[in-house]
């Protein structure tokens, strides 16, 4: 994987914390929606209640279904959901990004925040939260067609992600289970290396009928 891969401690690291993401997705789903409307773009500093000098005016929710001009997103469906089928998400991860995921997880850890004590780190460098570039697998899954419901998500962290990466999560259907739930095999690519691989099971029902 070359420079940016984690070192070996971390692997161990990594397939032992994967098992408690479950619930974390889907915090993470609710909490950068409710940081989009939260705070500002400026640093957060300890003991801050709010980042310093926060333009919320410039900050606006999402609508339900609405994406950005700058996420691109390529669906690999025809007809019925079926084995083979997939999604690919794509954004750029932005300072802004995860200044909002820390206010709004309370994951303050100055290796995400503080470019002086980063640079000391085995990383050389801020990196993005795990569980941040992780939401970008959520974010694919959305965009299936129903509506989707985690049931399980399991993970492996390959490498570190840094502010300005493009980062693509990739979801494809590995096996339907039956009952309308399928084995989803989920990765999150930067260039040409994983960052991200895992495997999701998720319940996907019909949408509501427009009333």
Aim: hydrophobic share 40%; glycine share 8%; net charge negative.
């Amino acid at each position: 994987m070359g420079n940016n891969s984690y070192p070996t401690p971390f692997n161990a690291w990594a397939e032992t914390s994967s098992h408690v993401l479950n619930t974390f997705l889907e915090a993470n789903r609710a909490a950068n929606k409710a940081a989009f409307s939260a705070f500002g773009s400026n640093s957060i500093r300890n003991g801050d209640s709010e980042p310093a000098g926060a333009d919320r005016s410039e900050e606006q929710l999402l609508e339900p279904g609405e994406d950005l001009v700058e996420w691109e997103t390529e669906r690999l469906i025809e007809g019925e959901l079926s084995v083979g089928d997939s999604v690919r998400f794509t954004k750029t991860i932005a300072q802004d990004d995860i200044r909002r995921f820390a206010a709004a997880s309370g994951d303050t850890n100055p290796i995400h925040l503080d470019d002086e004590f980063a640079e000391g780190t085995r990383f050389n460098g801020r990196i993005a939260h795990g569980i941040l570039v992780s939401g970008l697998i959520s974010a694919a899954l959305a965009r299936l067609p129903g509506s989707v419901v985690y049931l399980s998500q399991d993970l492996e962290f390959r490498a570190p992600v840094r502010i300005g990466d493009e980062v693509t999560a990739t979801v494809e259907i590995v096996e339907d289970l039956g009952g309308d739930q399928y084995r989803i095999q989920t990765t999150v690519m930067k260039d040409e290396d994983a960052v991200i691989e895992g495997e999701a099971v998720v319940l996907i029902d019909e949408p509501p009928a427009d009333e």
